[in-house]
C-alpha cells in the first residue's frame, strides 16, 4: 500500500506519461492524470482523471493540490514549434509542484548534447546544442535545475533515446519503422544503419521517472535512463523480422541525400521542419552510458529481443483493434 501522503500527478498520456500511470497503478499508487480534454482513452480505470491546461501557472497550482510527486511528461503539439509550444509546458508544472512542495520528475531527451563526435553520452556532457530545438532544450534544462538550486523546487530529470514500445508512434524507431516492417513493406530511414545507436525501451523509461521519483537522492541531477546495449539500427530490424516472422526490408538514405531533401519535404510535412539540425543522431554512433543510474537504482534494461517481441505484439493489436472499430457517422 501506497504511503497515505502520496499523490502522484502525472502530466502527458503520450508513451512515456503512460508508462508511468501504468507502473504507478500496478504499484498501488494514488495517481492523478491532468490532460487539457480531461478525456480518460486508454488510461486505467483507477486514476482520477483532471482537465488543465499545463501552459497556465494558475491552473497548475490548482490541479497539483495535494501532490507528493509531479511528473512532466508532456510534448508540444507542434515538433517544429517548440520554442514558443515547449517552454511555457514546463513553467507552468514546474509552477504547480513548487507550489505544492512536490518533487518535481521531468522526462528529457538527448537534444541538449548536440554532436559529440560518437562518444559515449554522459549526464556530465557539455551542452552543445544548436539549432531552434536543440538550444530550447539547453534552455529548458538549464532553467530546471536552476529552479531547484535556488530551492523553488526539488527537480530530477530522466533523459532517453530514441523511444520505441507501446504506445511509440513518432520516433526514429516508430510507426514509420515498425508498420511497413509489419506489413511487408520496405522502411525507409534517414539514418545510417551500420553504426551503433542506443534505443530506448519506453517501460524502462517509465520505471525509471517512477525510480528517480522514489528518491531523495536522486534529486537535482539528470540521469540516463537504462538501455539495452547498444546494437546497429540494422541488427534492430532483423531482430524485429525474427520475432515478427517477416522478412525485413530496409533502405536508408546517405547523409548528404537526406540533407538535401529534408527541406523539400518539410514543405508538405512541418514536423520535418529543421530537422537537419538533429542529422547527426542518426549519421554518427550514439551510444548512452547508463552507469551513473545502474550504480544508484540497478539496471533494469530489458534485453532489446522482449522489448522488441512486446512492440510487435502492441502494434499488431493495435491495428486489429482500429480494423474493428466501426466507421464514424457523417449524421
Not at 501522503?5 to 507502473?23: C, D, F, K, M
Not at 512536490?102 to 562518444?119: K, Q
Request: charged residues 20%.
Amino acid at each position: 500500500m501506497a504511503p497515505s501522503n502520496e499523490l502522484h500527478v502525472v502530466y502527458g498520456t503520450g508513451p512515456v506519461g503512460t508508462a508511468v500511470i501504468e507502473l504507478l497503478v500496478a504499484q498501488g499508487k494514488p495517481v492523478r492524470v491532468v490532460t487539457r480534454s480531461g478525456a480518460r482513452k486508454h488510461l486505467p480505470s483507477q486514476v482520477e482523471m483532471v482537465r488543465g491546461d499545463a501552459t497556465d501557472p494558475a491552473n497548475a497550482r490548482q490541479a497539483c493540490v495535494g501532490a507528493s510527486h509531479v511528473y512532466n511528461c508532456t510534448n508540444p503539439a507542434d515538433y517544429h514549434r517548440w520554442p514558443e509550444q515547449f517552454p511555457p509546458l514546463q513553467r507552468g508544472v514546474l509552477e504547480g509542484a513548487a507550489a505544492n512542495k512536490a518533487r518535481l520528475i521531468v522526462m528529457e531527451n538527448l537534444y541538449m548534447y548536440g554532436p559529440h563526435g560518437g562518444a559515449p553520452m554522459t549526464e556530465g556532457m557539455p551542452l552543445h546544442g544548436r539549432g531552434s530545438r536543440s538550444t530550447t532544450r539547453v534552455q529548458m534544462t538549464e532553467e530546471l535545475f536552476a529552479a531547484h538550486r535556488s530551492g523553488k523546487v526539488r527537480v530530477a530529470s530522466v533523459r532517453a533515446s530514441d523511444l520505441f514500445g507501446p504506445h511509440v508512434t513518432e520516433s526514429l524507431v516508430g510507426e514509420r519503422l515498425f508498420e511497413p516492417l509489419l506489413a511487408g513493406k520496405p522502411a525507409q530511414m534517414f539514418a545510417n544503419p551500420d553504426l551503433p545507436h542506443s534505443v530506448s525501451y519506453i517501460r524502462d523509461v517509465g520505471r525509471a521517472l517512477v525510480t528517480v521519483g522514489a528518491h531523495d537522492a536522486a534529486l537535482g541531477r539528470a540521469w540516463h535512463a537504462p538501455n539495452a546495449p547498444a546494437t546497429t539500427l540494422r541488427e534492430f530490424v532483423r531482430l524485429l523480422g525474427d520475432e515478427a516472422e517477416v522478412a525485413p526490408k530496409l533502405s536508408a538514405l546517405p547523409r548528404p541525400v537526406t540533407r538535401a531533401l529534408l527541406p523539400l519535404l518539410g514543405v508538405f510535412m512541418p514536423p520535418l521542419r529543421g530537422l537537419s539540425e538533429n542529422l547527426y543522431i542518426g549519421y554518427e554512433p550514439y551510444i548512452v552510458d547508463h552507469s551513473a543510474y545502474a550504480h544508484a537504482f540497478g539496471d533494469h534494461a530489458t534485453p532489446l529481443h522482449e522489448a522488441i517481441r512486446a512492440t510487435v505484439q502492441w502494434y499488431r493489436a493495435h491495428a486489429a483493434a482500429e480494423q474493428h472499430t466501426p466507421a464514424a457517422s457523417n449524421s
